[in-house]
């Protein structure tokens, strides 16, 4: 008779209470990879295929698009999803590679940190953008800025 050996055991026990993180991670970055696909895609075709293609888009362009609410929220949400389903993948890759406690620890920090950084700053960017800042040169400004008063 052959016997089947027992299968390989963790090295860390399966939690048995609380939340599963690295279930709702995983569910994350399909839900999210989806979703970043399709503005991603429509990123593109907006800014690339329907215009002048890539020599249209400087400033004016971006000024332009920014002064529509809609592109705001559409490009910031592009920003977050996909800084931290990147963050998500990082840290996925720190799990699988990393094998001292300290250095996945800090590698993980590092990553937290330089996510919370680039979407604080990628934000403040969308959010805070003026289309039309006082003492731009006229030429690189959208049309739309001669007609708005400060």
């Known amino acids: 008779m052959t016997t089947i050996e027992a299968p390989r055991t963790p090295s860390r026990p399966a939690r048995q209470k609380g939340v599963n993180w690295e279930k709702w991670g995983w569910l994350y970055m399909r839900a999210s990879g989806v979703l970043l696909v399709v503005?991603?895609?429509?990123?593109?075709?907006?800014?690339?295929?329907?215009?002048?293609?890539?020599?249209?888009?400087?400033f004016g362009f971006v000024a332009?698009?920014?002064?529509?609410?809609?592109?705001?929220?559409?490009?910031?949400?592009m920003l977050w999803l996909a800084l931290i389903h990147g963050g998500n993948g990082m840290r996925t890759i720190v799990n699988d590679y990393a094998r001292g406690t300290t250095v996945n620890r800090v590698l993980k920090v590092l990553i937290l940190l330089a996510v919370i950084v680039l979407i604080l700053l990628g934000t403040y960017t969308v959010t805070f953008f003026d289309p039309c800042p006082s003492?731009?040169?006229?030429?690189?400004?959208?049309?739309?800025?001669s007609t708005i008063t400060k």
């Open 135 to 145: 003492g731009a040169p006229a030429n690189l400004l959208p049309d739309f800025c």
């Open 39 to 58: 503005l991603i895609f429509g990123h593109l075709i907006v800014n690339l295929v329907l215009g002048e293609g890539i020599k249209a888009v400087d």
């Open 64 to 77: 332009g698009k920014w002064a529509d609410p809609f592109w705001r929220v559409w490009d910031g949400l």
